[in-house]
């Protein structure tokens, strides 16, 4: 088990750029989570994968964002036209199945100039 | 109204106290509860999880789970100044509990 891993941890980006983050579940979890969090605040639901299927997505992810799982292991957010307000830690958690503890990778740290 | 509120703190407990941290959620379907705690700077490690009314304990920490009142709680005892963190509290939401809905978190400060 060697844990959620995400890639890149940090990027620093112009806004009007486009941005891709990679995660990498715990291998035996068929679940996959995106969340979005703010300095002080708790993590925001964006969307989850069961196996390559997405099947939830928040009011929160607009039009510029879309995330995929093709192959039901690794997922991938892109954020196209980066805004002032995109600037977030951006969290990968996989988990076994609906219910079940969620496990959350170090996340992604994006700033936008 | 957020779904799961938690009062943001700052606790402050002295070393080798009881540290009790409150959550209350709206949503009554709801069905599992769970307690993170986050380094600053770093990503929500989870701690307790609990599915029934009642007490679940693990080592220092005991979670209790009141359903007819919406409330959740974490008691930490024999508080240690690395207990310092955020706590955040989350509740299974959606269809088949798909996606957590979280608190915005209690500081709490352990004073040596």
């Known amino acids: 088990d060697t844990g959620v891993s995400q890639d890149p941890r940090h990027k620093i980006t112009k806004r009007g750029q486009n941005v891709t983050f990679r995660c990498d579940p715990i291998?035996?979890?068929?679940?996959l989570y995106w969340y979005r969090q703010t300095l002080g605040q708790g993590p925001e639901f964006l969307t989850y994968?069961?196996?390559?299927?997405?099947?939830?997505k928040s009011r929160l992810l607009s039009d510029r964002f879309s995330a995929e799982r093709p192959k039901g292991s690794f997922s991938t957010l892109e954020i196209q036209r980066t805004e002032q307000g995109d600037s977030a830690m951006y969290l990968c958690?996989?988990?076994?199945?609906?219910?079940?503890?969620?496990?959350f990778g170090d996340g992604t740290r994006l700033s936008i100039l | 109204q957020k779904e799961v509120e938690q009062n943001s703190g700052p606790l402050s407990v002295p070393e080798g106290a009881i540290a009790s941290l409150n959550c209350t959620y709206s949503?009554?379907?709801?069905?599992?509860f769970f307690w993170y705690r986050q380094y600053s700077g770093k990503s929500p490690e989870l701690i307790m999880s609990?599915?029934?009314?009642g007490d679940k304990e693990d080592g220092r920490f005991t979670a209790q789970l009141n359903k007819a009142s919406q409330y959740v709680s974490l008691l930490i005892r024999d508080s240690q100044p690395s207990d310092s963190a955020t706590y955040l509290c989350?509740?299974?939401?959606?269809?088949?509990?798909?996606?957590?809905?979280f608190g915005g978190g209690t500081r709490l400060m352990v004073k040596p």
């Open positions: 291998s035996e979890h068929n679940r």
């Open positions: 994968f069961q196996n390559e299927a997405q099947l939830e």
């Open positions: 989350a509740g299974a939401t959606g269809s088949a509990g798909n996606m957590l809905t």
């Open positions: 949503d009554r379907g709801s069905q599992s």
């Open positions: 958690a996989s988990s076994l199945q609906g219910e079940q503890p969620q496990h």
């Open positions: 609990i599915y029934s009314n």
